[in-house]
Nanobody
């Protein structure tokens, strides 16, 4: 059974840092484009950051310079280092894996940034 397990969410004050991790249970992890999405109450889910199988990265304009996505293919994991957090970063964060017709989602982890 395919699983994406997120960890590292929580409550943090504005200006603080958090690190999210996502562990994947499927094989050929290295071929997948991996990403983090987020969804705030009343808003659509949006891409935060993505990393391809080749290591190329893409970020939402709102997080550029503050968030860093990385992957460890040996451990089937990706991470999202989030620095300089703002109240507007408050959302449920979801891990995503996509390759060809395969598109998997994690359950989500809540991040709340207090002002």
């Amino acid at each position: 059974q395919v699983q994406l397990l997120e960890s590292g969410g929580g409550l943090v004050q504005a200006g603080g840092s958090l690190r999210l991790s996502c562990a994947a249970s499927f094989s050929i992890f290295s071929t997948y484009t991996m990403g983090w999405f987020r969804q705030a109450p009343g808003k659509q889910r949006e891409l935060v950051a993505a990393i391809t199988s080749g290591g190329s990265t893409n970020y939402a304009d709102s997080v550029k310079g503050r968030f860093t996505i990385s992957r460890d293919n040996a451990k089937n994991t990706i991470n999202l280092q989030m620095n300089g957090l703002k109240p507007e970063d408050t959302a449920v964060y979801y891990c995503n894996a996509i390759w060809l017709w395969n598109n998997y989602w994690g359950q989500g982890t809540q991040i709340t940034v207090s002002s």
